[in-house]
């Protein structure tokens, strides 16, 4: 019984299938972040400016929405299957959501790409955030939501997993890959309550013309409602990786597995009630609330610093184990060599530089210094467009070997990858954060306004947009050797042991963590109170202003042939 | 320490933020450094990286698995 796919073959051909799609996803949205980077900059403009927002659309859907949660579901059923040491209760219902979320996927994504075919009437230039009364096509919506409800089957089949091992071993501590499936799949639960709501009661009966009007305001907050807790659906599995794999890369052990569960229950406890700090500048909800949000934040720092702390416990355990010696020097001692550790360990270094731009956005106050300029797209490439999307290509060096019985076409490719993706980042976002404190602002095709300058605390206007340039050039490589890398290594023979999949027990282990932290109705009731808190309020609020369907008409983005009519209608929502 | 042909790559890349942020450093100090400050330094650390390295180095056989 040699690897992951000899021991479970259909489970890997269910997680082969989630990253086909993922990883076609990132070659796309990679492709079109090239496209930005140069646009803006103005390098190199072949696309109509007003294309631009299809391309920035494609890109934040393909990247934020898709390639991150198809590799979850794949990583997921992979940590499921393997921690729990016995296959899914019944294939068929895994391939019915690898099907509905791949045809979600798809429809949106043709929603989307219509744009680029002036005779095709369809569009959905509404951006990933897709806010009213920016109207994409009802295809858009309608695709979002089968993607959603995909991922609850997804979901559903876990813990049926669970369900079924909890049955025969009912004394023992749930697996801990499984326990932080299972708290990240509660916290998706209550998460998407909120963009299943706006997406099924107003956003896809608006689009198809069934209601006339939309509040605003309304789907906004229910949005951001879900758009908080979403950062962390793409953050835990990149966490699931931290904390299991990577210090068996390094050489060690993980430091605590109590830690490690603890950190999985505060980000259960605490995701979903803060999505308010995305409004921060939004009028119609009082100071107050968004007050509680921020404060909700600032705590959520403390299960991220606890992580730093114990994946780089358990990274300077590994390097001791390995020799390594000295305050300093032991770093020299790591695994270098392998792709899959080097790429984890930057993505990782990466995150804290995020972290800390992070908690400029966070605070009510200085907020408005970065609200809506180029600082924040600084901060979520360093986040999300890193610590999550180069864990995963990391991890996938280590984890599509299991899947397929063959070894990685190259590691010195693999190692090239990971590092111009990190100099890539350095570049794009050190410079995006720069030009963010200057006030040059996001999501435009056409930052250089006339007759004005921006005034740079340091440096020029110039070198920030070579800098995006550069860099976004060098993380296109990027993709494309990982890629390729991947691709070729189809090719490869199968043989017995493609890579060492074994995990060690963690230093400190289960037994020693408290009972209560399993008991997942209990953080999961403690959960729903918070949300019922920080939302009940404001939400009420909000509809009281504006009444459940709001007043306002829609803009829709796809009726390019009639412009005029779109014009008077903008007008109109603006007056 | 012995220095690996991977922890050569990986030091060269870290010495990149390092330098791009010097000139926001000494900036706190109202220094203004001009951006050939920042190719000046990287010259320097690649060189310095370098010598390291050729002190350093793992023998040959080491790097080749
Ligand atoms: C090839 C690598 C990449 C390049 C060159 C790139 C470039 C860019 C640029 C220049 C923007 C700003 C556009 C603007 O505001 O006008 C942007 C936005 C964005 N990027 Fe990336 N990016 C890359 C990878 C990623 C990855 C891996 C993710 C997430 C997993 C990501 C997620 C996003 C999101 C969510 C936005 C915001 C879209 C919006 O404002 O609606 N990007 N990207
Ligand atoms: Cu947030």
Redo the contacts between chains.
């Keep these: 019984m040699a690897t992951f796919v000899d021991r479970y073959p259909e489970e890997a051909s269910v997680v082969k299938a989630t990253l086909v799609v993922s990883f076609l996803s990132l070659g796309i949205g990679a492709l079109f972040g090239l496209v930005q980077a140069l646009h803006r900059t103005g390098y190199l403009r072949f696309l109509d400016s007003v294309d631009y927002y299809t391309i920035l659309t494609g890109h934040g859907v393909l990247l934020a929405l898709v390639f991150t949660i198809f590799f979850l579901m794949g990583l997921f059923t992979w940590a499921v299957v393997q921690s729990l040491e016995r296959p899914l209760p019944d294939i068929r219902l895994s391939w019915a959501w690898v099907g509905l979320t791949t045809t979600g996927a798809t429809f949106a994504a043709v929603a989307i790409l219509a744009g680029l075919i002036p005779s095709i009437d369809m569009s959905a230039d509404v951006l990933y955030t897709f806010y009213a009364p920016l109207m994409a096509h009802p295809l858009f919506y309608v695709g979002l939501a089968m993607f959603i409800v995909g991922t609850w089957l997804a979901g559903a089949d876990w813990f049926l997993a669970y369900r079924e091992w909890r049955a025969e071993n009912p004394d023992e501590r749930i697996p801990l890959q499984t326990f932080m499936v299972l708290t990240t799949m509660l916290m998706w639960y209550l998460a998407t309550l909120g963009v299943a709501v706006s997406t099924v009661f107003f956003l896809i009966p608006w689009s198809f013309g069934w209601v006339e009007t939309v509040n605003p305001l309304l789907t906004r907050t229910l949005f951001w409602f879900f758009g908080h807790p979403v950062v962390y659906f793409w953050l835990m599995p990149a966490y699931l990786m931290w904390y299991t794999v990577l210090p068996k890369l390094a050489g060690g052990r993980l430091f605590s597995d109590p830690l490690a569960r603890v950190v999985f229950v505060l980000f259960l406890l605490l995701s979903t009630p803060v999505g308010i700090h995305h409004q921060y500048l939004d009028p119609g909800i009082a100071e107050g609330f968004k007050f509680i949000a921020m404060t909700n934040t600032m705590f959520l720092l403390l299960p991220s610093l606890l992580t730093a702390f114990t994946v780089v416990a358990s990274m300077e355990h590994g390097a001791r184990q390995r020799g390594g010696e000295g305050y300093v020097s032991w770093l020299g001692s790591l695994p270098w060599r392998d792709p899959a550790f080097t790429g984890m360990a930057l993505a990782g270094v990466m995150f804290a530089a995020g972290g800390f731009s992070g908690m400029i956005n966070a605070g009510m106050n200085i907020n408005y210094l970065i609200h809506n300029t180029l600082w924040v797209p600084g901060h979520f490439h360093l986040t999300v467009g890193t610590a999550v999307a180069l864990t995963m290509m990391a991890g996938s060096y280590w984890l599509v070997p299991q899947l397929t019985g063959k070894r990685l076409y190259s590691r010195p490719i693999g190692l090239l990858q990971v590092v111009v993706w990190f100099v890539g980042m350095v570049l794009m976002s050190n410079a995006m954060h720069r030009g963010g404190l200057a006030g040059i602002p996001r999501r435009t095709a056409e930052p250089q306004y006339q007759n004005f300058d921006f005034s740079m605390a340091l440096g020029t206007v110039g070198e920030i947009r070579a800098g995006i340039a550069i860099g976004g050039t060098l993380l296109f490589v990027s993709v494309v050797l990982f890629l390729v890398n991947i691709l070729l290594s189809a090719f490869e023979e199968p043989i017995e042991n493609p890579v060492d999949d074994s995990l060690p027990e963690p230093l400190s282990g289960a037994s020693g963590s408290p009972v209560v932290l399993d008991n997942l109705r209990l953080w999961t009731a403690i959960a729903v109170v918070l949300v019922i808190l920080a939302y009940t309020l404001p939400l009420a609020g909000i509809v009281g202003d504006a009444g459940l369907l709001g007043d306002v008409p829609g803009v829709p983005v796809w009726v390019s042939a009639n412009a005029e009519a779109t014009l008077d209608l903008l007008t109109e929502v603006i007056a | ?7 050569l ?2 030091a060269v ?1 870290f010495g ?2 390092v330098a ?2 010097l ?2 450093l000494f ?1 706190f100090f109202g220094v ?1 450094l001009p ?1 050939v400050s920042v190719v000046v330094f990287e010259a320097l650390f690649l060189l310095l990286v370098a010598v390291l390295y050729s002190l350093n180095a793992e023998p040959k056989s080491a790097s080749k698995h």
């Design positions: 320490m012995k220095m690996s042909r991977a922890g790559l990986v890349a990149i933020p791009i942020e000139r926001v900036s203004e951006l």
